[in-house]
């Protein structure tokens, strides 16, 4: 099995069905600012971390679910920003 496949199969914990990826990023923002600001005493500072880990393995598998669908949706044929970039530096020289 793929690591790609290890995470689509993963199911998400009952404690973060229906949480958007924004919410999430913005409650793992949030628990890293205080953790780093030294403002959770040791205890809460173990249970911010725990869920932090959660809060990233969870954005991660929604962050594969949505390049699976751009995958999808471009028919695999994904191409590098490197050719648009070439093709106007070259439209642009020749007024």
């Given at each position: ?9 993963l199911s998400v914990p009952a404690h973060l069905e229906g ?36 809060l990233v393995k969870y954005c991660a598998a929604q962050l ?13 044929m994904l191409k590098p920003l490197a050719d648009s970039g ?10």
């Amino acid at each position: 099995m793929t690591k790609k496949q290890a995470t689509a199969n993963l199911s998400v914990p009952a404690h973060l069905e229906g949480l958007s990826f924004e919410d999430a990023m913005a409650e793992l923002n949030k628990l890293v600012g205080s953790m780093e600001a030294g403002e959770l005493p040791l205890e809460a500072s173990v249970s911010a971390y725990q869920r932090g880990s959660e809060l990233v393995k969870y954005c991660a598998a929604q962050l594969e679910k949505v390049e699976q669908q751009v995958k999808v949706l471009e028919a695999g044929m994904l191409k590098p920003l490197a050719d648009s970039g070439a093709q106007g530096g070259n439209n642009g020289g020749e007024d």
